[in-house]
């Protein structure tokens, strides 16, 4: 039988990688530009860094989690997030010592056993940026002002940038005793996952899709209410810093964020166009994270982008599939021997040619070479190789002119800057 991948496990095949690649550009681009490092963290984890770091009653940590012992019989876990593992690499190579303010971004998959739908997978890609060490307010927008550039940047449109705060330790367990006592008296309308939310935690119960559990907390109480004045200055200034570099928000008292680690700022940018699940991105300050994992006190702020939900909200036409610069067209014998050569000579040099290995006719070489949409065709057959010479047909054109071999690299690098991957 043959074998498939597994439910919620994606391939990215080629016709599609140009997007990948594209947004993987622009987020380096972007980040490096706003003085962020890139760092790579592993796939693996002990699950303690994620049970502490997320929070046990979160969805993630609860029931998400693709957990399993090693042949150790060590407890390990494949990252469903990076803002826990860049924190631990943080702390376990000192990053602090060098300089107290770590501004870092990472590109790749996370691990979530969610049940498979579209826009909602298994393995899924984030970029993901953090910063470590400012507890101050203009971090606070200037990460946001980042991720808008960044989305803007990619080519999004129509995006909403949803702004709460979250409160602290201070100010929060008074406000989540309000909602629970709030929520008791409509205890009857929750789904069974939200009466369980209700004692373990409240908050959790506003990103629960069900229809009764969203009429239940339409007039909850609103955690801006309950901000402590710390909380509150903060905020104000967080608003202030991002009219200051231009940013609009949406203030949404009911985005709560489902991991337990924010404090503060919470965001999250929606688009209309991707329906139910239409966060492309959120993100928040985590004040308490660091000493969850057992670290020192160290504030830190940061944000996710899932790049599927941003990669399928990208127009098609931009990132089509790029084409061969050159099909070399070649009758068998000496002249598929000089093709051959050629063809290693362009790739050398960074041109992308290609030419037939199986000894085809050249009429259905041709064939090949429409097929492949090379932007243009050598044809070398024997009496013009006796000559050193080729036809080299454009193929947008329909035009062609017999060229000198000898010449050809030099015309290919005219016509192939090295910004471009497709000549002209
Ligand atoms: P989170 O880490 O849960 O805050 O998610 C950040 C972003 O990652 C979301 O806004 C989504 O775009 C994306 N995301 C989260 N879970 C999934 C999933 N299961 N499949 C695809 N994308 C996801």
Not at 153 to 159: P, S, T
Not at 234 to 242: R, S
């Amino acid at each position: 039988m043959e074998i498939k991948a597994i439910r919620g496990f994606n391939d990215i095949l080629p016709s599609e990688i140009r997007k990948w690649q594209f947004v993987e550009r622009i987020a380096r681009e972007v980040f490096e530009g706003f003085g962020f490092s890139e760092i790579r963290i592993p796939v693996l984890e002990r699950t303690e860094l994620f049970a502490r770091g997320i929070g046990e009653s979160t969805d993630i940590v609860e029931k998400e989690m693709y957990t399993f012992l090693d042949r150790s019989g060590n407890s390990v876990t494949l990252r469903p997030e990076a803002t826990a593992s860049i924190a631990r690499a943080y702390l376990e190579h000192q990053l602090y010592s060098f300089d107290p303010v770590a501004k870092l971004y990472f590109i790749g998959p996370m691990f979530r056993y969610e049940r498979p739908q579209k826009g909602r997978y298994r393995q899924f890609y984030q970029v993901d940026a953090e910063v470590f060490g400012v507890g101050n307010p203009m971090v606070d927008a200037e990460v946001i002002l980042m991720l808008m550039h960044f989305l803007k940047k990619v080519g999004l449109e129509r995006l909403e940038l949803h702004l709460n705060s979250l409160g602290c330790r201070a100010c929060r367990p008074r406000y989540r005793e309000d909602l629970r006592n709030f929520l008791k008296r409509k205890t009857f309308q929750l789904c069974r996952d939200c009466q369980r939310r209700l004692q373990m935690n409240p908050l959790r119960i506003f990103d629960c899709k069900v229809q009764t559990c969203q009429e239940a907390i339409v007039e909850a109480p609103r955690v801006i209410d309950f901000l402590c004045e710390d909380c509150q200055i903060h905020f104000d200034k967080v608003k202030e810093y991002l009219q200051m570099v231009g940013l609009d928000y949406i203030l949404n008292p009911r985005m709560v964020r489902g991991l337990d680690y924010y404090t503060r700022t919470a965001f999250e940018v929606v688009s209309y166009h991707l329906g139910a699940q239409n966060a492309v991105t959120g993100g928040g300050r985590y004040d308490n994270l660091f000493k969850e994992i057992g670290g020192p006190d160290i504030p830190g702020i940061g944000f996710a982008v899932g790049m599927e939900r941003l990669i399928s909200l990208l127009p098609n036409e931009r990132h089509t599939i790029s084409r061969p610069h050159l099909f070399i067209a070649a009758l068998s014998g000496e002249p598929q021997k000089e093709a051959y050569r050629l063809v290693n000579q362009f790739h050398l040099e960074g041109i992308w040619a290609e030419l037939d290995y199986e000894g085809k006719s050249l009429k259905s070489q041709m064939r090949r070479a429409d097929k492949l949409k090379a932007r243009f065709t050598l044809i070398l057959g024997d009496e013009e190789m006796r000559k050193g010479k080729a036809i080299l047909r454009d193929m947008d054109t329909h035009t062609q002119e017999e060229v000198f071999i000898s010449d050809l690299l030099k015309i290919f690098k005219e016509k192939v800057s090295p910004q471009k991957s497709t000549p002209s």
